[in-house]
Protein backbone atom coordinates (compact mmCIF):
# COMPACT_ATOMS: atom_id res chain seq x y z
CA UNK A 1 0.00 0.00 0.00
CA UNK A 2 1.19 3.56 -0.91
CA UNK A 3 2.23 5.77 2.12
CA UNK A 4 -0.51 8.05 0.85
CA UNK A 5 -3.19 5.87 0.88
CA UNK A 6 -5.52 5.17 3.22
CA UNK A 7 -7.03 2.00 4.80
CA UNK A 8 -10.62 1.86 4.91
CA UNK A 9 -11.07 0.25 8.62
CA UNK A 10 -11.53 3.76 9.20
CA UNK A 11 -14.91 4.20 7.78
CA UNK A 12 -17.04 3.27 11.24
CA UNK A 13 -20.43 3.79 8.85
CA UNK A 14 -21.98 5.58 6.28
CA UNK A 15 -23.74 8.39 5.57
CA UNK A 16 -26.54 9.02 2.87
CA UNK A 17 -28.23 12.84 2.45
CA UNK A 18 -31.18 12.07 -0.03
CA UNK A 19 -32.41 15.83 -0.72
CA UNK A 20 -35.46 17.39 -2.18
CA UNK A 21 -37.50 20.11 -2.34
CA UNK A 22 -41.41 20.89 -2.54
CA UNK A 23 -41.57 19.72 -5.89
CA UNK A 24 -39.51 16.58 -5.16
CA UNK A 25 -40.53 15.66 -1.59
CA UNK A 26 -43.34 13.40 -2.99
CA UNK A 27 -40.01 10.94 -4.71
CA UNK A 28 -38.28 11.65 -1.53
CA UNK A 29 -41.11 10.12 0.46
CA UNK A 30 -41.33 6.69 -2.25
CA UNK A 31 -37.35 6.43 -1.90
CA UNK A 32 -37.46 6.56 2.02
CA UNK A 33 -39.71 4.23 1.87
CA UNK A 34 -37.64 1.74 -0.42
CA UNK A 35 -34.97 2.17 2.35
CA UNK A 36 -36.91 1.04 5.17
CA UNK A 37 -36.26 -2.22 3.77
CA UNK A 38 -32.61 -2.49 4.79
CA UNK A 39 -30.95 -2.68 7.54
CA UNK A 40 -30.64 1.62 8.19
CA UNK A 41 -31.55 3.86 10.36
CA UNK A 42 -33.64 6.68 8.92
CA UNK A 43 -32.74 10.28 10.24
CA UNK A 44 -35.73 12.90 10.65
CA UNK A 45 -37.18 15.20 7.43
CA UNK A 46 -35.27 18.57 7.73
CA UNK A 47 -37.47 21.07 5.58
CA UNK A 48 -34.95 23.26 5.37
CA UNK A 49 -31.42 24.16 5.09
CA UNK A 50 -29.48 22.42 7.81
CA UNK A 51 -25.77 22.60 8.77
CA UNK A 52 -23.66 22.00 5.74
CA UNK A 53 -26.47 20.90 3.40
CA UNK A 54 -27.63 23.48 0.76
CA UNK A 55 -31.52 21.79 0.56
CA UNK A 56 -34.17 19.80 2.22
CA UNK A 57 -33.19 16.57 2.99
CA UNK A 58 -32.97 13.32 5.48
CA UNK A 59 -30.24 11.21 6.88
CA UNK A 60 -29.75 7.76 6.09
CA UNK A 61 -27.17 5.64 7.95
CA UNK A 62 -25.66 2.83 7.54
CA UNK A 63 -23.05 0.37 8.47
CA UNK A 64 -19.87 -0.75 5.78
CA UNK A 65 -21.42 -4.28 5.60
CA UNK A 66 -24.87 -2.54 3.90
CA UNK A 67 -23.37 -0.50 1.60
CA UNK A 68 -22.71 -2.90 -1.45
CA UNK A 69 -26.61 -3.54 -0.63
CA UNK A 70 -27.93 -0.07 -0.26
CA UNK A 71 -25.89 2.05 -2.58
CA UNK A 72 -26.72 -0.43 -5.77
CA UNK A 73 -30.49 0.17 -4.91
CA UNK A 74 -30.21 3.85 -4.37
CA UNK A 75 -28.35 4.20 -7.91
CA UNK A 76 -31.26 2.61 -9.66
CA UNK A 77 -34.25 3.86 -7.67
CA UNK A 78 -32.83 7.60 -6.78
CA UNK A 79 -35.89 9.04 -8.59
CA UNK A 80 -33.76 11.76 -10.14
CA UNK A 81 -32.96 13.28 -6.45
CA UNK A 82 -29.46 14.51 -5.88
CA UNK A 83 -27.89 12.24 -2.59
CA UNK A 84 -24.59 12.63 -1.29
CA UNK A 85 -22.83 9.38 0.01
CA UNK A 86 -20.06 9.56 2.84
CA UNK A 87 -18.00 7.72 4.95
CA UNK A 88 -17.83 8.40 8.99
CA UNK A 89 -14.03 8.32 9.44
CA UNK A 90 -13.88 10.96 12.31
CA UNK A 91 -12.86 14.07 9.96
CA UNK A 92 -16.28 15.37 8.91
CA UNK A 93 -14.56 17.92 6.38
CA UNK A 94 -12.39 15.37 4.20
CA UNK A 95 -15.62 13.03 4.65
CA UNK A 96 -18.02 15.51 3.49
CA UNK A 97 -15.36 16.78 0.33
CA UNK A 98 -12.60 14.50 -0.43
CA UNK A 99 -14.31 11.10 0.41
CA UNK A 100 -17.48 11.77 -0.72
CA UNK A 101 -19.48 10.45 -3.69
CA UNK A 102 -22.80 11.64 -5.70
CA UNK A 103 -25.86 10.49 -7.04
CA UNK A 104 -27.11 13.04 -9.13
CA UNK A 105 -25.61 16.72 -9.16
CA UNK A 106 -22.94 17.32 -6.93
CA UNK A 107 -24.51 20.33 -4.62
CA UNK A 108 -22.32 22.94 -3.00
CA UNK A 109 -21.87 22.14 0.88
CA UNK A 110 -21.32 24.54 3.24
CA UNK A 111 -17.98 23.14 4.45
CA UNK A 112 -17.13 26.47 6.20
CA UNK A 113 -20.29 25.47 8.66
CA UNK A 114 -18.11 21.96 9.89
CA UNK A 115 -14.81 23.77 9.48
CA UNK A 116 -16.29 26.38 12.56
CA UNK A 117 -17.49 22.90 14.66
CA UNK A 118 -13.78 22.08 14.95
CA UNK A 119 -14.56 18.53 13.20
CA UNK A 120 -11.37 18.41 10.91
Known amino acids: MQEDQKDNVKITGF???????????????RVREGLS???VLLGRWHDKPIGPHPK???????????FSKVIPWLMLNREGLDILV???TGDDVKDHTNHALWLGEKLELN???LQQLGKT
Request: avoid cysteine; hydrophobic fraction near 40%.
Open 111 to 113: INF
Open 15 to 29: HAHIYFDTATREAAA
Open 56 to 66: SMYQVAFSPEQ
Open 86 to 88: HPE
Open 37 to 39: NFD
